[in-house]
């Protein structure tokens, strides 16, 4: 198995078409390997080629570095202490909070809560916002391209309210057409959430005129931008949508911290979603006053060292910039399309021609699964499965896809390696 392979035949004309950055940003992708230790590891005595940053993405030294410091030199419960070091921990909380409110363009660091992830932010929306305001006889629009995690809590809303679930459709590159959308936002519209990029099939929604439909309605947005934050510049107060949600661990920060964005204003007037220490102002048995946003939304001891290796994380991200990102990716898009639209019997699933860098494909006669299994021996990490969007895949006749996702630290001889194992995938299943 472990024979050299040939890459396929790709001109060097075709290569060099392969988009070619946009802008003067540009990031030195050499140093930011660097910076990543597990870049570094060799499964199988094999370079580690990481293709799964969908999945979750590798952390920097200094995000790591952050968090082992954290509990070395300034763990304590925040908020609650009068001591040393649970002042310091709060400042370098709050300092977290204040960091990411600029990263994705909030004016008001108070408009974030911290949250596990994506998941639990829009569950914290359907929960909160979700139950004041929508009710029997009611619609909550989506589309087909959501995650799992941007459908089931809404279902469970619906089901809750006697309320319906309305999915826009996508077309054959995965795509949602916005006149088909238009005609689903209707009176009983009370909330549209939608994917800003999709996980499935790279897809970006035009997130900008899709907001502009909503509002012309009187209809607030949510947008999950899981996949969107690590790859691209994203400034929710220019957008203006209601909620805005996304991942750490996506973003090269730890797991089990995300943020939820949401208008002050509609903080200010949602419920709680969880009772506990920290969201209250006053208790007691009789009548119990709830804090301000963003305590009301962060019930008992928070991942703390977590939200500070966040901090870390967007000010990471910011020195090398995120034009430079945008245009880093775009490029290796470019290139890993060519190169993959090149081998014979490698359909891919997520044509959009807004797209980040998610390659998923299906081939002729092999299993995903099998050629996840095939890579992986060749030090390749990818993703197979339906990706937690099992619409998407209906929507394409396929039970699975393979999925090579793009980061700020891939480069193009990984995707020629990817090709390369690719061709050996198919000699093997010839
Ligand atoms: N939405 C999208 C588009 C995602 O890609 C993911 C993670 N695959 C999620 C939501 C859920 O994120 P998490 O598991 O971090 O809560």
Redesign the pocket.
């Known amino acids: 198995m472990s024979e050299p392979v040939k890459s396929p035949a790709l001109s060097s004309e075709a290569r060099q078409e392969a988009r070619a950055p946009q802008g003067g940003a540009t990031l030195d992708v050499e140093a930011v390997r660097r910076d990543f230790p597990a870049l570094a590891l060799a499964p199988y005595g094999k370079p580690l080629v990481y293709l799964d940053s969908?999945?979750s993405a590798q952390k920097p030294e200094v995000v790591i570095e952050t968090e082992a410091r954290c509990y070395r030199e300034f763990y304590a419960n925040v908020h609650r202490g009068v001591h040393y070091l649970s002042a310091k921990a709060t400042v370098a909380y709050e300092d977290a909070r204040r960091k990411t409110a600029r990263f994705i363009g909030a004016r008001n660091p108070n408009e974030i809560i911290f949250v596990r992830?994506?998941?639990?932010g829009i569950n914290l929306v359907a929960s909160s916002y979700g139950r004041r305001h929508v009710g029997a006889g009611d619609e909550v629009l989506i589309t087909t391209m959501e995650?799992h995690?941007?459908i089931v809590p809404w279902q469970l809303l619906c089901e809750e309210k006697g309320a319906t679930l309305k999915v826009a459709p996508i077309n054959d590159r995965g795509e949602v057409e916005l006149d088909e959308l238009e005609k689903l936002m209707g009176q009983r519209t009370r909330l549209f959430a939608t994917?800003h990029v999709?996980?499935a099939l790279g897809t970006i929604n035009p997130v900008r005129e899709m907001i502009a439909l909503a509002h012309a309605r009187g209809i607030p947005v949510l947008l999950?931008g899981?996949?969107a934050v690590p790859h691209m510049p994203v400034d929710v107060a220019e957008l203006d949508c209601e909620f805005y949600v996304f991942?750490g661990?996506?973003a090269f920060g730890p797991s089990g911290i995300?943020a939820l964005y949401g208008k002050l204003e509609l903080l200010q007037e949602m419920p709680p979603y969880q009772g506990g220490g920290e969201m209250i102002r006053t208790v007691s048995f009789e009548k119990t006053e709830y804090a301000d946003p963003p305590a009301r939304f962060e019930a008992g001891t928070p991942n703390i060292a977590g939200a500070i290796a966040l901090g870390t994380t967007v000010d990471y991200l910011e020195a090398i910039g995120m034009d430079a990102v945008w245009a880093h990716e775009e490029n290796l898009l470019g290139y890993g399309t060519a190169l993959l639209e090149n081998q014979p019997g490698l359909r891919l699933i997520g044509t959009a021609r807004e797209k980040v860098g998610v390659l998923s494909f299906v081939m002729d006669g092999v299993h995903p699964h099998d050629i996840g299994t095939i890579l992986d021996r060749e030090g390749i990490a990818v993703r197979t499965g339906h990706h937690?969007a099992q619409p998407v895949m209906d929507r394409f006749g396929v039970p699975a896809t393979v999925r090579a996702s793009l980061a700020l630290y891939n480069i193009r001889e990984e995707l020629d390696q990817l090709a390369a194992a690719l061709a050996k995938v198919r000699e093997l299943f010839a």
Request: glycine letters at 10%; charged letters at 15%.
């Open positions: 969908a999945a992830g994506t998941t639990e995650h995690s941007n994917v999709s996980n999950d899981a996949q991942s661990h996506k995300g937690c």
